[in-house]
């Protein structure tokens, strides 16, 4: 199931349907929580509520368009000066404005039974909820820039993975090219569908399992080509992949970095195994290689750019929800990344 990104109830065009939700539900607690008096019925009780909502509504958009601007540019004093006037304003201004709902109504209703917002104390929730508008806009507004500088940073992190991907790319049409020249014109169509889903096909934060799984067999497919039977390679799939969605282009990290660093030692022969399974709501990609311990270079846990751009782009995504171990023994390389899909 695809995680809901709820800030995005706070950006343009949904903030719009939010503060309408907001203010509908807020008119209905009146009604279904507040005692009113037996004969405030039918468009009377109407009435009044639409006025009590008011009476909190006003004040939290003259406070959020009119005055926090001001607080938000630094110019202090002059914020100040207009909160304080908003506040004067309002309580001297705000009955009359719910007076002429009334009349309104009253107008179109035949309504007789009407308060006079005049004689009400009004003080105490005009101030109140100048106060909550500002801390309920200050905190949206800080989950907003939060999730922007998010998808910026996962922006950045992608710009780097796509050329990444497509040096290693063209590294195996040239190892597929040596090794099965007769076949090239197929391969190179494979490879092509490769590329148009790593960049064409990814756009989304998160993309079906189903595809991401369709893609790495694919990849795995082509190294089997050019590897021929050398290579002992094998690729296991677990679980129903159906509904299920994941960040696009993390677990093909652990797959290239398999097949890039394997080796063997003489007389072993070398292998790449990977398995991919979904139980619950748990995904686990456990992928093994073979190394040659004395001639092989020192892998290293953190990895090259593949495996620094796979736990950034983890960090700011499955943050808390997922867990990347790696480990070097004397005749493999494992990584196991398990992610819990929300």
Sequence with gaps: MKRFDWTRLFTRPYKVYTQAGFWIVVYFLYILLKEYPSRMTGATLACLVLQETLELMVPCYTQNLLVLPFFKRRAWYVG?????GQLVLLITILPYILNAVGWVFGGLFHITDLVDWRQEHIAFSVVAFTVVATF??????????????RENELRHL?????????????NNLYGLSVAESKRLPGLMLQLSDLLRYSLYETGQAYVALEKEAEYIRNYVELERIRLSEATDIWLETEGDFTDAFVAPLLLIVLVENGFKHFSASPGQRAFVHIRLSLAGEWLRLHAANSVDDAAAAPIRASGGLGLRNLRQRLDLIYEDQYSLTTRRLPDRFEADLQIKLT
Excluded: C, M, W
């Design 136 to 149: 309920v806009r200050i905190g949206s507004d800080r989950l907003v820039l939060d999730r922007e500088r």
């Design 158 to 170: 992608k710009a780097q993975l796509n050329p990444h991907f497509l040096f290693n790319t063209l």
């Design 80 to 84: 100040a000066a207009a909160y304080f």
